[in-house]
């Protein structure tokens, strides 16, 4: 393991995206995501790890679908690309409806690596939206997890559980719905009828107490991971010459 | 009858506009000013009274080893650690690319422990290769100039004070080629500073560790003197020891930041312009007209005293005599009005040349301290560019119209205006200029320029409104998403009227330099001395007091913070440091 700032795994992180063929927006917000997980140790650089290959087969050139809208509703196909790739603007286009309603729902059907779809809530939580992400893994047993953001804070409420008693269905678990409220106070608390057994709970001051001590000590990094993002971030880069050296200024 | 009283209006100070202001020739003609950080800093210094001490001095007789600084601040305690290392002639370069270096040093929040030292040591002297520890500040490195050390330590060993001539051409013994802060190479975040009293102002830890690197380059000359010839050995004369300061190479490195930092640079210029704006509000007495000449003739002195090689730097520094002259002459003449100074500005920019109007504007900020020096707080921002994605796009079209009218008015179409192209060079990251079509690389083009970028979106947002004239920027965006990133700078930067520095980088006339002087100046840099148009010397904290006055605990602070355009010790014939000594 190696310790690194989070700048440093911030920029790192975009020119590895840039470098895997994402526009600079694209790079800067999936930059963002990542080192916004890894900062409350949330594991972003693990879901990054698990997920790289995928990114980097990915088209770059394929674009969520809206399949359905209206004012305060959408649906987005993320045409199976990770959230790094394709939340974004979804997210963008359900804060705008929010701001216009009052209330959004969105769902992104067929997305890659949600966990890391946090870090572009909290900073829309930032631009003071309230949120919540729901979505479902398929494991035996499945697990649910919501994430939820008061407007204006940076940290969020988590909460993973195992659940038992469910329906039978058949709908694959690759997607994710989110909530926005302008007004209105989301933050998950548990409440059920039915057994669930909770495997996380991650409260705000928690996280806020993480994410300063990441700020002081810096953040642990697997050094093999962090070669891989610098291989990646080294395409950005253009050959040295002569001549190409002559275009930073005569040497002195 | 009803007595109608009469309220005295409100005045507020008017800014210059973003059109004359951001023009990049005129930033690249900026001076330090009393909100330069190397300034802001002295006086923060000064103010809350911050010792610095040595710890420890371990070199040998050459000057290698290690020292260490104590800094005490009324909030906290940091040490600068420094290394000095022999260094071949053929490895001293003041390139990026450089591998070892005379000196390395940084600064380190708290306490150096044996072991953090031993990491220190470890690390430091590699740089950028290095695994920094996240306990450090900033760090950085400095190559000697040569001739002026070699010079000052035969001088010195020998009884003797070195000339002080030598210093009209490079004022320092140490020129640095890089100071890194914000987490680069595991270092602390700045985002860790936001809440520390002593650092949270930009660059302030970096200016701090240049200021440290002064104090020991004395101690350095004058241990290697003793060292040579122990009997004869004299210490350098305090007047020299303060018109030493610390140089600084800068080449194109610096120019990404200019870019990458709307918000950041739209504070720094919005405070200058806001102390120059509430400078010229102010109804001049006497007194100001008199510390106005006063500080005209100084830096008129301070212009006669800068050697520079730049031919192109050396006529403007000639321009700037000449009309200082006539600045001068104006200011005895003309009679006292409450609008002098807008007088003075506006014959200002009808009759100077943009360095001497910067400089005037500089020099009249330095009059009101009391109004001025407040501004000195905001000169930091929460960075963060957003999107507003329920803008109408028509509007968002009307916004690029209105604050983007300069980019849309360049032909991309002549190959002039498309010559240049940015990029990074694998040899450390180095950004470099190559020309469009001539050279390699074009296809890992950075997106530095703003111009072609917000001409481009301009053109896709009208083509689509065509189809869809009640569309929503997120519509647009989601249909073409690679517009994001320079749409939500647009939208951000619109509420801001100085972020965007206007001009068209990939024009074949683009003087990069003009870039590296915007930046500079605000870091409180000196002596401009071009050595290309990608590459400039200068100096910082030259004049600045020495931390033997800070450590006294200056009662007047007044006269601590006045050290802007330092003149030489000694009068125009040339006389030496060392009849200085002897008076």
């Not at chain 1, 035996?140 to 195992?162: D, K």
């Not at chain 2, 009274?49 to 420890?56: A, E, Q």
């Not at chain 2, 916004?399 to 002549?414: P, R």
């Not at chain 2, 870039?515 to 010397?537: E, I, M, Y």
Request: charged share 25%; with cysteine.
């Amino acid at each position: 393991m190696m310790n690194v700032s989070f700048n440093e795994l911030q920029g790192l992180s975009r020119k590895a995206f840039i470098g895997i063929g994402f526009s600079d927006g694209h790079a800067d917000d999936a930059a963002d995501m990542v080192a916004w997980m890894e900062s409350f140790d949330l594991h972003g650089l693990e879901a990054l790890n698990a997920g790289l290959q995928h990114l980097m087969e990915e088209d770059p050139d394929t674009l969520p679908q809206i399949l359905y809208q209206d004012g305060d509703l959408a649906v987005i196909d993320g045409q199976d690309l990770s959230v790094l790739r394709s939340s974004n603007l979804a997210l963008e286009l359900a804060f705008a409806k929010a701001r216009a309603r009052g209330l959004s729902v969105i769902k992104i059907r067929r997305c890659r690596q949600r966990q890391l779809i946090m870090g572009y809530l909290a900073r829309l939580a930032g631009r003071g939206m309230n949120i919540t992400a729901f979505w479902r893994n398929a494991q035996i047993p499945l697990t649910e997890q919501v994430v939820g953001f008061r407007a204006n804070s940076s940290a969020p409420s988590i909460r993973v559980y195992s659940v038992e008693e469910v329906p039978e269905e058949n709908e694959p678990n690759s997607g994710i719905t989110i909530v926005m409220a302008n007004h209105v106070d989301l933050l998950p608390t548990m409440r059920s009828d039915f057994r669930y057994d909770l495997l996380a709970k991650h409260e705000e001051s928690d996280l806020m107490a993480v994410r300063d001590r990441a700020m002081v000590n810096g953040i642990e990094v697997e050094v093999s991971l962090w070669e891989r993002l610098k291989v990646l971030a080294h395409m950005t880069l253009v050959a040295s010459s002569a001549v190409s050296s002559r275009g930073a200024g005569e040497e002195d | 009858m009803i007595e109608l009283i009469t309220q005295p209006a409100q005045l507020t100070p008017v800014l210059r506009p973003p059109a004359l202001v951001m023009d990049l020739e005129r930033l690249g003609s900026l001076n330090a000013s009393r909100l330069s950080f190397a300034r802001s800093l002295i006086r923060q210094m000064g103010r809350q009274r911050w010792h610095i001490s040595c710890d420890r001095f371990e070199l040998d007789a050459l000057g290698h080893g290690q020292a260490i600084y104590r800094i005490q601040t009324p909030y906290g305690r940091y040490h600068a650690v420094i290394f000095s290392q022999r260094l071949d002639d053929s490895q001293r370069s003041d390139r990026v690319i450089a591998n070892a270096w005379d000196v390395t040093f940084g600064l380190v929040e708290g306490d150096v422990e044996d072991a953090l030292m031993t990491s220190l040591a470890e690390n430091i002297p590699l740089q950028e290769a290095g695994r920094q520890h996240p306990r450090l500040l900033v760090i950085s490195r400095a190559n000697k100039s040569v001739r002026n050390f070699d010079v000052f330590v035969d001088a010195l060993s020998k009884g003797s004070q070195p000339p002080v001539s030598l210093l009209k051409e490079a004022g320092y013994l140490y020129r640095t080629t890089a100071v890194y802060g914000n987490g680069k190479f595991g270092i602390a975040d700045f985002g860790r500073l936001k809440e520390n009293a002593d650092f949270r102002r930009p660059f302030s830890a970096q200016m701090t560790a240049v200021y440290v690197l002064r104090q020991f380059s004395i101690a350095q000359v004058e241990h290697i003197a003793r060292h040579r010839h122990a009997h004869s050995a004299v210490g350098l004369h305090i007047d020299l020891q303060r018109y030493l300061g610390i140089g600084n190479s800068t080449g194109l490195g610096m120019a990404p930041f200019l870019i990458n930092h709307p918000q950041l640079i739209n504070q720094w210029i919005h405070a200058r312009e806001q102390a120059l704006a509430l400078a010229k509000m102010q109804i001049p007495s006497e007194e100001d007209r008199s510390q106005l000449l006063l500080l005209c003739r100084r830096a008129y002195h301070y212009f006669v005293e800068t050697v520079v090689t730049d031919t192109h730097q050396t006529s403007r520094n000639a321009a700037v005599i000449e009309e200082l002259s006539g600045v001068i002459a104006w200011l005895e003449q003309i009679a006292i009005e409450p609008d002098l100074w807008q007088q003075l500005t506006d014959w200002g920019e009808a009759a100077l040349s943009l360095e001497s109007q910067e400089l005037l504007n500089a020099l009249l900020i330095e009059l009101y301290p009391a109004q001025v020096d407040v501004l000195e707080d905001a000169m930091g921002v929460d960075e963060k560019l957003d999107l507003t994605p329920d803008m109408p796009l028509v509007q968002l079209k009307q916004v690029i119209e209105t604050h983007l009218d300069w980019a849309l008015s360049e032909d991309f179409d002549d190959p002039v205006s498309c010559h240049w192209f940015w990029y990074r060079s694998v040899e450390k990251e180095e950004p470099r200029l190559g020309v469009r079509g001539a050279e390699d690389g074009v296809e890992k083009e950075l997106s530095l320029a703003i111009a072609p970028r917000a001409q481009r979106t301009y053109r896709a947002i009208s083509d689509y409104l065509e189809e869809h004239p009640r569309a929503l920027t997120i519509e647009f965006l989601m249909a073409q998403p690679k517009f994001m990133d320079i749409i939500r700078r647009i939208q951000t930067m619109a509420a801001t009227p100085y972020g965007e520095i206007r001009a068209n980088l990939w024009h074949r006339d683009m003087k990069p330099i003009h870039l590296l002087r915007t930046k500079l100046s605000f870091l409180g840099a000196n002596r401009f001395d071009p050595r290309s148009d990608r590459w400039v010397r200068v100096t910082f904290f030259q004049g600045a007091p020495l931390i033997d006055e800070l450590n006294e605990e200056p009662a007047d602070l007044s006269a601590f913070d006045d050290w802007s355009f330092p003149l030489m010790p000694s009068d125009s014939s040339g006389e030496s440091a060392a009849q200085l000594a002897t008076k």
